[in-house]
């Protein structure tokens, strides 16, 4: 072994206050390391459990598991801006780019839902599923709470509701995605939405305090003179996020749920057909770049 490696092994285990001897002797007996065992595959592999016997319904379980991992991605990468202490215009771009990368991933592979999925079995194995929903994907939410200050995840309409200096909590009692659970006529939830906010409630204050001022919009806003490049990507991201992934998602949604004239209930109970499209939610992380034009229009100038 070359005296320069040995040495700073030495070095770095002197540093540790450990003598070096052990760890290296160590190296005489331990196992080599493998593909599987670094990767996890056999964990990995055995955490998809079907309810019922349809086929697809494996497809399904593997697919949002997917999603949960590209989440998990995005997420890895937003919270590097998120944390960074002197946000550049080139850390913007690099993490941008990853991010509408991810983001496509999720749309062009969406309508594996979709296509070759049995219209007539999916329809029954969902029903074993009530009352859950992918509405109840945290990670969803703990990107959007990443993404931009919380008030932009509220309506417009429902801002005088706010008093002078909300809370987290305060915040999350208005926040858009709680329409498709609560009844602000009775005041009461879908079990759906009882049971998601009894479990992530708590953890979306943390989130929320954690990203104040540092969002990735704020980040954004402390840019002096922003590149058009930058200022393109944050649109691209966003109308991928907001209104791509939400219209790939809906289209399937109302595939199978409204056929025929008929709309079926989601497993989830909210009023889908309005919730779920991007043009009744009109969502955008980043407002102010959509003055010129509208979020829901950016497709057809690209
Ligand atoms: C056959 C496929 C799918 C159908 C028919 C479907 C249908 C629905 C419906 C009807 C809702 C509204 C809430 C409810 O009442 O349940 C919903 C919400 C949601 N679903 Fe799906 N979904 C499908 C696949 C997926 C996949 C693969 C994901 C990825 C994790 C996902 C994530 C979500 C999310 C995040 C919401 C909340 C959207 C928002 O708040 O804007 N869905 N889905």
């Given at each position: 072994?070359?005296?320069?490696?040995?040495?700073?092994?030495?070095?770095?285990?002197?540093?540790?206050?450990?003598?070096?001897?052990?760890?290296?002797?160590?190296?005489?007996?331990?196992?080599?390391?493998?593909?599987?065992?670094?990767?996890?595959?056999?964990?990995?592999?055995?955490?998809?459990?079907?309810?019922?016997?349809?086929?697809?319904?494996?497809?399904?379980?593997?697919?949002?598991?997917?999603?949960?991992?590209?989440?998990?991605?995005?997420?890895?990468?937003?919270?590097?801006?998120?944390?960074?202490?002197?946000?550049?215009?080139?850390?913007?771009?690099?993490?941008?780019?990853?991010?509408?990368?991810?983001?496509?991933?999720?749309?062009?592979?969406?309508?594996?839902?979709?296509?070759?999925?049995?219209?007539?079995?999916?329809?029954?194995?969902?029903?074993?599923?009530?009352?859950?929903?992918?509405?109840?994907?945290?990670?969803?939410?703990?990107?959007?709470?990443?993404?931009?200050?919380?008030?932009?995840?509220?309506?417009?309409?429902?801002?005088?509701?706010?008093s002078e200096?909300?809370?987290?909590?305060?915040?999350l009692e208005?926040?858009?995605?709680?329409?498709?659970?609560?009844?602000?006529?009775?005041?009461?939830?879908?079990?759906?939405?009882?049971?998601?906010?009894?479990?992530?409630?708590?953890?979306?204050?943390?989130?929320?305090?954690?990203?104040?001022?540092?969002?990735?919009?704020?980040?954004?806003?402390?840019?002096?003179?922003?590149?058009?490049?930058?200022?393109?990507?944050?649109?691209?991201f966003d109308?991928?996020?907001?209104?791509?992934?939400?219209?790939?998602?809906?289209?399937?949604?109302?595939?199978?749920?409204?056929?025929?004239?008929?709309?079926?209930?989601?497993?989830?109970?909210?009023?889908?057909?309005?919730?779920?499209?991007?043009?009744?939610?009109?969502?955008?992380?980043?407002?102010?770049?959509?003055?010129?034009?509208?979020?829901?229009?950016?497709?057809?100038?690209?």
């Amino acid at each position: 072994m070359p005296e320069d490696i040995l040495s700073k092994i030495k070095d770095k285990y002197a540093e540790l206050g450990e003598n070096p001897k052990p760890y290296l002797e160590g190296l005489l007996y331990s196992k080599p390391i493998t593909y599987w065992d670094y990767v996890d595959v056999d964990a990995l592999l055995s955490l998809q459990k079907p309810r019922t016997n349809f086929k697809d319904e494996f497809v399904f379980i593997v697919y949002h598991q997917i999603t949960e991992l590209v989440l998990k991605l995005m997420i890895h990468e937003v919270e590097q801006i998120v944390n960074s202490d002197e946000t550049t215009e080139k850390l913007l771009k690099e993490k941008l780019k990853r991010l509408i990368r991810y983001t496509d991933m999720l749309i062009t592979s969406f309508d594996v839902m979709k296509e070759g999925m049995s219209h007539k079995d999916y329809n029954k194995f969902r029903l074993t599923l009530t009352p859950a929903s992918g509405f109840q994907s945290a990670q969803f939410r703990f990107l959007e709470i990443y993404c931009t200050p919380i008030l932009n995840l509220i309506h417009k309409e429902k801002h005088s509701e706010l008093s002078e200096q909300p809370d987290a909590n305060e915040y999350l009692e208005h926040v858009y995605w709680r329409l498709a659970g609560y009844n602000p006529k009775t005041k009461s939830r879908s079990t759906t939405l009882k049971l998601f906010e009894d479990k992530y409630l708590g953890i979306f204050a943390e989130y929320i305090d954690k990203a104040k001022g540092n969002t990735v919009y704020d980040k954004f806003n402390q840019i002096e003179d922003a590149s058009q490049e930058l200022i393109h990507l944050m649109k691209a991201f966003d109308n991928a996020y907001n209104v791509k992934w939400p219209m790939v998602h809906y289209n399937t949604a109302k595939y199978f749920l409204s056929k025929k004239g008929e709309v079926k209930a989601a497993t989830g109970g909210s009023e889908w057909e309005k919730y779920l499209h991007p043009k009744f939610q009109k969502r955008t992380f980043f407002p102010k770049l959509w003055v010129e034009d509208s979020i829901l229009d950016f497709d057809k100038k690209e």
